[in-house]
């Protein structure tokens, strides 16, 4: 398996059926296998529609490269609008429609995905299902 630091590179595919992605490179150590945004292109766009907008983005560019995956697990990193940019383009893309699947706009299969939340208490990361 072939796994990059952060999705702007991510152009491998990997055959693993679980894939972890960090929201910000830079902010936390996490068990990922890549991220998608560093933190220094933060600055550049905002932390707002501009952060939405990147993560949203870069994520549905992680789907296109990695067509094996079963199930994604997002570790958010404490900004909250890449966290839901991922999930904004989680949901659009579990809700493929025929149309675009077969425009080769979405991927042709649905996939699961969680959120990994860090507890303190057990150093440990809980995930949690969302779609």
Known sequence: MTVTTTATTATTATTAA???????????????DLYL???TEVASVGFHQGLFGLASD?????????????TVVIYP????????????????LVRATGEQV???EL?????RVKIASFDRESATYV?????
């Open 18 to 32: 679980v894939l972890r992605v960090g929201t910000i490179k830079g902010r936390h150590e996490m068990p990922v």
């Open 37 to 39: 945004i560093d933190e």
């Open 58 to 70: 870069r994520f549905t560019g992680v789907i296109h490269n990695h067509p094996g995956v079963e």
């Open 77 to 92: 990193s404490g900004l909250t609008n890449a966290t839901a940019g991922a999930l904004a383009a989680a949901v659009a």
């Open 102 to 104: 077969l425009a080769g």
């Open 107 to 111: 991927p042709t299969r649905g996939f």
């Open 127 to 131: 995930e949690y299902d969302v779609l």
